[in-house]
């Protein structure tokens, strides 16, 4: 399986598979901030942003998730990176999210950033946590109540950190 994915930029003619990934994953409203309902044009000026570079996870010929890459902060600060990824629901568990983590952090130190950081991981999207943690990023600060869970309430973030 990890043989056949291919990571690449992202190209115009992929927008609309991106959007397919972005609305499947907001759409339960447990992982990311963004309101379930929010539109392709909202998320998609978020996700393209140009302050970012854009990634497409490529499986079979199809675009199976996306990650983007930034600085954290802007000039002082702008030499750790932030990061985002999604994988398409009806493709997780393959390893996808695994192979983008390993992958954005060596683009991330290609690109010359020193470090990445994660400024708001919910505390109760335990697989993303155990992700991180494999990859070496530490947990170094929890936000209290950061995250309105549709199901679990206030729920704690937690900022994560890793040295590239």
Do not use: C
């Amino acid at each position: 399986m990890k043989d056949q994915l291919e990571i690449r930029l992202f190209a115009e003619k992929d927008k609309d598979a991106v959007w397919a990934i972005i609305h499947k994953v907001v759409a339960n409203g447990e992982t990311y901030v963004f309101h379930p309902d929010s539109s392709r044009d909202k998320m998609l000026a978020y996700w393209l942003a140009p302050d970012k570079q854009i990634y497409v996870a490529i499986l079979e010929g199809k675009v199976v998730g996306t990650f983007t890459l930034k600085p954290n902060q802007p000039d002082r600060g702008a030499h750790i990176a932030n990061a985002s990824y999604m994988v398409s629901p009806d493709h997780e568990g393959k390893g996808i999210g695994t192979f983008m983590a390993k992958y954005s952090l060596e683009e991330a130190k290609r690109l010359g950033y020193l470090a990445m950081q994660f400024n708001i991981v919910i505390k109760s999207n335990e697989n993303a946590i155990a992700l991180w943690k494999k990859m070496g990023f530490e947990i170094i600060g929890e936000i209290p109540n950061a995250f309105n869970h549709p199901r679990l309430g206030m729920t704690n973030a937690y900022v994560m950190y890793k040295e590239l």
